[in-house]
């Protein structure tokens, strides 16, 4: 018992020392954040989609190893430049077979359109920690404006890496038929739900 009460204490006490660290080195306030250019983290950053499989079940997969880079400055958003790159061949579903069906011709085609863009054209504060950036999505070819609902996470060093860091989620629903991507609608939903986790490092 004596000795299971030391390590408790241990602990709280590292937490406690640790603590203070961490919160001196990170802001969640938007202001604060750092302007300057940022590389995406493509190891920590995921595109993550969902879609109705014939009514049964909310099917969900996963873009990985997405590359893009970022210019902000917190006091004049409206500046903000975001492309990405999101190579269509590294769609992830855990099923081996499925993620060839995916790369056919009935959905993404991937031989004929590999990668996929966004480059953002507009970008409007909504709240503390939140902005929409409108920007032009390029998928299967076709080109059409798209809506990311951001949430701003956290700026400062990394205690990992030591690095100074951005991150933030976000949202986006595309019709993937209007991008030409209309294999089994509406069987399989024409509505696709992104879910986005960007996690940004200052360029050096």
Same mark, same amino acid.
């Given at each position: 018992m004596r000795h299971s009460f030391q390590i408790a204490a241990y602990g709280l006490a590292a937490a406690l020392l640790l603590a203070p660290v961490a919160n001196?080195?990170?802001?969640?306030?938007?202001?604060?954040a750092r302007a300057g250019a940022y590389t995406l983290n493509s190891d920590h950053s995921k595109i993550t989609w969902s879609v109705n499989h014939l009514g049964f079940s909310t099917y969900v997969g996963q873009?990985?190893?997405? /590359?893009?880079? =970022?210019?902000?400055?917190?006091?004049?958003?409206? /500046?903000?430049? =975001?492309?990405v790159t999101i190579d269509t061949n590294l769609v992830a579903t855990l099923t081996p077979a499925l993620d060839t069906h995916l790369k056919s011709a009935d959905f993404l085609d991937t031989a004929r359109f590999p990668t996929a863009t966004f480059k953002s054209t507009k970008v409007v504060r909504t709240g503390d920690r939140t902005a929409d950036v409108t920007g032009d999505l390029t998928l299967h070819g076709v080109t059409k404006?798209?809506?990311i609902h951001a949430t701003f996470n956290q700026a400062g060093v990394n205690l990992a890496d030591k690095q100074y860091s951005l991150g933030f989620d976000g949202k986006a629903v595309i019709k993937r038929s209007e991008f030409g991507v209309s294999g089994y609608v509406p069987a399989v939903g024409d509505d696709v739900t992104l879910q986005l986790a960007?996690?940004?490092?200052?360029?050096?």
């Open positions: 001196a080195q990170t802001t969640q306030v938007p202001a604060q873009f990985h190893g997405v /590359t893009g880079t =970022l210019r902000i400055d917190p006091a004049s958003l409206a /500046t903000t430049e =975001l492309q404006p798209v809506v960007a996690e940004f490092k200052a360029a050096k």
